[in-house]
């Protein structure tokens, strides 16, 4: 398997750099390119997002991305590269699990909508300077979409599908968001779709999440739920992600760059490595006679490993065990409430891992 890491800024490099150890330690076999986006590579190119770097990630069987420092002012030049990754790759499905390890009854899946939305980035003043108008993409085609990939995922769940829209206030784009969902949904005859506005679904994110199986919703509304959601499995030290398309997989923690904590070696390495678990997964499983022709050299579906313990699967599982273990019962980093080092958990994680190997 080949991998490009994106590292990018801030505690980019500390988290990836676990990650990447974790991963080197599990499948040995794999081999690692590292290309530069963010902030940093903006100073150094004039861009934030080189076409080196789009080039590594179209190469390889999946990418790591760690974080990037967008400044929230206009930067003229400056495009946020994952955005960008996300749309030049068309990694049109975002997938955010939020589970509680010692809460068993919290466990949901937010499925948010990557390529559309305010995130297009339409923005313009206007020439008095002092009204601004931004566009809201939304297609049914998007719609439709990422609402199969919800359905597909309900089914090899709870069966459970939750709308979420705000289609009273924005009648005609989260209309046709909802219109869109509701028509896909309806084809999975087995599934118990319900909706709700987002304002209300924040509330119970927040306060009854045991009552989601799967949300599915679009781009900047799944942004902000998914980070409520991750308060209940420990934070964002906490919380990995899957950007999915047909033909590419993007893996990084939900959490930004972190400047407050960069450089200390106190940032959770957790959610990186959650990534590299969530990597494992979507590769596990695939036969050989499962395979198009089409898809033979290309990774995203990656031929498994006929060796029952050299396979996607199991070390996917070992990973996933070793996050359990580590999460429960520490080391912990300082957002989890102890004075454990981001290299302290790493370590812990491998000698898990390595303990897992010997026997
Ligand atoms: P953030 O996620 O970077 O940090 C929020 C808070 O959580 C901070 O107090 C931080 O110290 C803490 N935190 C985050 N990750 C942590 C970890 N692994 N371990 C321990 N504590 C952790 O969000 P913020 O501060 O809003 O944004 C900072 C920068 O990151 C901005 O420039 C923003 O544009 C960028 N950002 C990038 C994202 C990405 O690359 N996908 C996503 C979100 C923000
Ligand atoms: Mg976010």
């Not at 420092?69 to 939020?98: C, E, F, K, M, W």
């Not at 049914?140 to 199969?148: G, K, L, M, P, V």
């Not at 209309?175 to 005859?189: I, P, T």
């Not at 029952?308 to 980093?333: D, E, K, W, Y």
Request: charged letters at 20%.
């Amino acid at each position: 398997m080949h991998i490009c890491i994106i590292p990018g800024d801030g505690i980019g490099p500390e988290v990836m750099g676990a990650a990447r150890r974790v991963l080197a330690a599990l499948a040995p076999e794999t081999t690692f390119v590292e290309a530069e986006a963010g902030w940093e590579a903006f100073q150094r190119h004039g861009t934030a997002l080189p076409e080196a770097t789009l080039a590594a990630a179209r190469a390889a069987d999946a990418i790591l991305f760690g974080a990037v420092a967008s400044p929230s002012h206009v930067v003229p030049g400056y495009r946020s590269p994952i955005v960008q990754l996300r749309r030049a790759l068309d990694l049109y499905a975002n997938i955010r699990p939020t589970f509680a390890i010692q809460r068993p009854e919290i466990d949901f899946v937010v499925v948010r909508e990557n390529t559309e939305d305010l995130y297009v980035g339409r923005e313009r003043l206007e020439d008095d300077g002092d009204t601004a108008i931004a566009e809201r993409l939304i297609t049914r085609r998007a719609s439709e979409r990422i609402t199969r990939v919800a359905c597909e995922l309900a089914q090899q769940r709870r069966g459970k599908l939750t709308i979420v829209h705000k289609a009273n206030v924005l009648r005609v784009s989260d209309g046709l968001f909802r219109q869109s969902a509701l028509a896909v949904a309806a084809q999975y005859a087995e599934l118990v779709v319900d909706e709700l506005l987002v304002d209300v679904a924040a509330m119970h994110v927040a306060q009854s999440p045991q009552r989601f199986d799967v949300l599915v919703t679009t781009n900047m509304f799944g942004d902000i739920l998914s980070d409520i959601a991750c308060i209940h499995s420990g934070g964002l030290g906490l919380a990995s992600s899957a950007n999915l398309g047909e033909t590419h997989a993007l893996f990084e923690p939900v959490h930004g760059a972190a400047p407050d904590i960069a450089g200390k070696d106190v940032a959770n390495p957790l959610a990186a490595i959650g990534c590299v678990a969530m990597l494992l997964e979507q590769k596990s499983g695939v036969r050989s006679q499962e395979l198009e022709d089409d898809e033979q050299d290309s990774g995203f579906r990656i031929q498994d490993s006929e060796d029952p313990t050299r396979s996607f699967a199991n070390m996917g599982a070992q990973l996933r065990a070793a996050l359990c273990a580590v999460t429960i019962h520490g080391p912990h980093t300082p957002d989890l409430g102890g004075n454990a080092t981001t290299n302290d958990v790493t370590e812990a994680m491998l000698a898990i891992l390595q303990r897992g190997n010997d026997r």
